[in-house]
């Protein structure tokens, strides 16, 4: 069984740089026959965490999709983790996000022998109602799956480099977050956590579970305006194959795709990252 994760779509009708990317991306996508489920992985939208008028547009776009298709927010479609953000994660923003999309979290058992779990790791962290409604949910949807396994799919990466890591919330989950989620991967066997958000690939082994960094299809960084990060520079798609054991992924880069930095549009599109 395979799942395609489309991570980092960034498209928006009032900057449509990505869009091309997106539209052949959905087009691989759809010539496959082995594909069963489709993953949008977050930040579908560039700028819909500010304009209504993106996220209606992701929504739309997401129709040209085949296969039977999930997804998840991130930090560009409905605000960021730290509270003193511009564009905090809240209320509004996710009722906004709801309102086209349906919950920002979920659990799926449409493959057989697997609960795939989506949570909006956008919340976590924030002391919001949501997020404390989220953790009953992902609790409750952990103690039901029977003899399923389970996988964990959420924007924004566990961490860059370690577990015990200083708290980035511009890039990662904080410390209270990603303790409480270690010790649910731990404790139910969490055979992978598939993430987004960094625009790099990575597949790696830990001795609590696999984490899977997917490809975006938008842009990429440089290293240099980056923390130190595992990985891979790569755009494209990732396909998961779910065996009855494990969950590995391939990082699939094709012809077509244009292939830039988001630095060198100099601020015009978005800022370039922050280093730390
Ligand atoms: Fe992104
Ligand atoms: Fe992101």
């Known amino acids: 069984m395979k799942i395609a994760v489309l991570s980092d779509p960034h498209i928006g009708s009032t900057n449509p740089v990505f869009v091309p990317n997106w539209e052949k991306v959905v087009a691989h996508v759809n010539t496959r026959k082995d594909i069963s ?6 930040d579908l939208t560039l700028f819909g965490s500010e304009r209504e008028e993106d996220l209606l547009f992701g929504r739309n776009a997401l129709e040209a999709l085949n296969p039977p298709c999930l997804v998840l927010p991130g930090n560009h479609d409905v605000g960021d983790i730290a509270r003193e953000s511009h564009q905090p994660s809240n209320a509004e923003r996710l009722s906004l996000w709801e309102t086209q999309y349906g919950p ?14 989506g949570l909006n790791s956008q919340i976590i962290g924030t002391g919001l109602p949501e997020e404390t409604a989220q953790w009953q949910a992902f609790d409750e949807a952990l103690a039901t799956r029977g003899t399923r396994k389970a996988v964990l799919f959420t924007h924004m990466p566990l961490f860059l480099n370690s577990w015990e890591e200083v708290d980035r919330p511009a890039w990662a989950l904080m410390t209270e977050g990603r303790n409480r989620l270690r010790r649910l991967i731990v ?29 975006a299809s938008s842009f990429l960084t440089y290293d240099h305006s980056m923390p130190s990060q595992p990985g891979e520079a790569l755009l494209g798609v990732t396909i998961l194959t779910l065996s009855n054991a494990e969950i590995s992924a391939e990082f699939i880069a094709f012809d077509g ?20």
């Open 104 to 117: 920002s979290q979920w659990h799926s058992d449409v493959l057989a022998g697997w609960r795939l779990i």
């Open 187 to 215: 404790d139910h066997d969490i055979r992978a956590v598939v993430t987004g958000h960094m625009h790099r690939t990575a597949q790696i082994d830990l001795p609590e579970t696999r984490l899977i960094w997917c490809a």
């Open 37 to 42: 489920l489709a993953v949008v992985l977050g």
């Open 257 to 276: 795709l244009m292939i830039s930095h988001i630095e060198d549009y100099n601020g015009t599109i978005y800022r370039s990252p922050a280093k730390e």
